[in-house]
């Protein structure tokens, strides 16, 4: 199902019909990827990210995301190793889920952001949030 722009207040129920999401095109943002995972469903990234953002063991387990080549071959391998056992697609989805309501709270978010102005104040050089 490819079904072309969506409303922003349909995004979620369209992903809850998903069985695997995928992020796939080089110049998507981490937001589609925090969607994904917010709604529990098992995604399927590259290995290294995407051009606007590396996906990092560290900042997503390998338990909370399957990595793949980016390659058809490798996201289709994805695909099917996920739709063959669901549990395991259950088990992924969730684990992202905890992952993103667990540190992307509002206060957890907010002292990021006052750490990377500090840290841009200080220094004078702009720094990741």
């Known amino acids: 199902l490819l079904p072309g722009p969506v409303p922003c207040n349909e ?31 098992p995604v399927i990234v590259p290995r290294g990210g995407t051009a606007k953002m590396a996906v990092s063991d560290e900042t997503f ?32 989805g969730r684990k992202g889920r905890d992952l993103v309501t ?11 952001y006052a750490e990377a102005i500090r840290q841009a104040t200080a220094t004078g050089k702009r720094q990741g949030a």
């Open 61 to 92: 387990p390998d338990d909370s995301v399957l990595r793949v080549e980016r390659t058809p071959d490798g996201y289709a391998e994805g695909i099917l190793r996920l739709l063959a056992d669901g549990r395991a697609a259950e088990d992924m």
């Open 11 to 41: 995004v979620a129920g369209l992903l809850n019909l998903s069985d695997v999401c995928l992020l796939t095109v080089p110049t998507e943002a981490a937001l589609v990827l925090y969607e994904y995972l917010a709604c529990a469903r």
């Open 102 to 112: 667990g540190r992307n709270t509002w206060p957890a978010l907010g002292l990021r």
